[in-house]
């Protein structure tokens, strides 16, 4: 028995001691295979999954790793089946593999002719398949790839894909040299996606994701199109492309609700090809309008499910996914996996902060009591109603103002997710909202003058969730959220952690009503944070100037 931080279970989970010295260490040993599951106050537990172990695999990991990172940090002996399904399930992972034969063209070989032998049984598997070219080979149908691989990963067989990327139409794409350069985690994640050929890069916001595309880009030097979450997102990629690369305005193409350009570059946004006409979803059509040698997935962990459909006919390109969890509350990490690809590049958020490459940030969860009336209408209220009842208590507002009053030359923003409590928030402080139905240029504008210092305070919906840049931003004030969303968390403090000139702390606050739905969703919202090292404070709205109640997380 040693004093390490780690008790590992039978059943797959981790128990981590977080006040142990060697906590931190042990952390950064177990991401790559395990997923955190609780974090209270002083032992989180983790979880390892298969799809954890593939990623890992795929990622470069081998089971002896995994084996010697459990062992180093195990207070007691690792028990031996936990090791021997470890090591059996990392092994399950490339025992198929799809490959390009100048003959037969895509091919699925096996190392194991048992297991090729069961997947060709399979009911859902066998029509992708063509003729048998050998014991262990047999023809795929090429518009198959991508659902294959799915497939292949539900029954436990993840294929390793060598079976290579089309260059697509070329074009010339260099990284401009004056004034900047790529920073060391920027290069080793572009050099690391381009070395598998697709998959997944996991930054924090603020650590320059956009820079990485780039990157990727130039070494493609091939038409590229570029998937966002929205037009004020495609814009920003649009002046960084500009200002990074030897791109042209002419070159790069916007694909959105107010224009339908196609360029050589082509930025085009979720809503839009999602959107359906007369029950067709027309603009998927832009996946074949050009012959893409990129295709890159801002946000992955927002990709809409339809796109899924489309990315499984994709799997000739070079495909990159860029995002700062992979956390997708729908569950479809898998489909991430098999149709974009594995994670390629991870690094926790306290690694870049410790570079100074994103500000330092202070979590405070402030927990305020509903007054009587408002108790009541929780108690009586219907079950699909009283999170939204809690969530939006006026008994709020007060406590925004007072801890905007704690940051008075701070830019703030406050942030919710119901509109009609936006509104009374934005009359409340006298300053602008911006909503999921404020015009673009009207954002853009608003965005502008935040960011020159002639706004201080912005009430922003959860359309400023994501890929928007707001460098200046210091305090963000979280009202309400989407119900326990652990990738809405992370977005939003996303949102304050761009590194200040003058080395200021972020401040990130959430503000939680006591006795409610609100503090268990907030509980489960704070997970992927406190992965990352983040520790909450909870204090009392009244004691708000005061000392808080000891940390959380």
Known sequence: MTDGPLIVQSDKTLLLEIDHPSSRDARTAIAPFAELERAPEHVHTYRITPLALWNARAAGHDAEQVVDALSTFSRYPVPQPLLIDIVDTMGRFGRLTLQN???????????????????????????????????????????ERGRLKQMLLKVGWPAEDFAGYVDGEAHPIKLAEDGWAL????????????????????????????????????????????????????????????????????????????????????????QVITRKSKGEYRHLELFDSRDWGLVVYDEVHLLPAPVFRMTADLQSRRRLGLTATLVREDGREGDVFSLIGPKRYDVPWRDIEQQGWIAPADCTEVRVTMTENERLKYAVAEAEDRYKL????????????????????????????????????????????????TKNKEREELFDRFRSGELRTLVVSKVANFSIDLPEATVAIQVSGTFGSRQEEAQRLGRILRP?????????????????????????????LA?????????????????PIPEVG
């Open 183 to 270: 920073r060391d985690y920027q290069r080793m994640a572009a050099d690391s996606f381009w070395a598998g050929g697709s998959g997944v890069v996991v930054l924090p916001c603020g650590a320059g994701k956009t820079l990485v595309g780039a990157a990727a880009m130039a070494k493609a030097e091939a038409t590229t199109l570029i998937l966002v979450t929205n037009t004020v997102s495609g814009r920003q990629w649009k002046r960084e492309l500009i200002a990074r690369t030897s791109l042209t305005e002419d070159e790069i193409g916007e694909y959105s609700g107010e224009r339908k350009e196609i360029r050589p570059v082509t930025i085009a946004t979720y």
């Open 500 to 528: 200040k000139a003058d080395g200021r702390q972020a401040h990130f606050y959430s503000i939680v009503s006591r006795d409610t739905l609100d503090t268990d969703y907030a509980a489960h919202r704070q997970r992927f």
């Open 101 to 143: 034969s100048p003959v037969h063209g895509l091919t699925m070989a096996s190392l194991d002719r048992a297991v090729l032998e069961e997947v060709l049984r399979n009911k859902k598997i066998a029509p992708m398949l063509g003729e048998r070219i050998d014991d262990d080979t047999v023809v795929v149908h090429p518009s």
């Open 531 to 547: 992965e990352q090292g983040y520790a909450y404070r909870i204090c009392d709205a009244d004691d708000l100037l005061g000392p």
């Open 390 to 437: 809690c969530s939006t208590a006026a008994t709020k507002i007060p406590v925004v103002k007072q801890i905007l009053a704690r940051h008075p030359e701070e830019p703030s923003l406050v942030i919710g997710a119901y509109l009609d409590q936006l509104d009374e928030l934005g009359a409340a402080l006298d300053c602008p909202v911006i909503q999921g139905s």
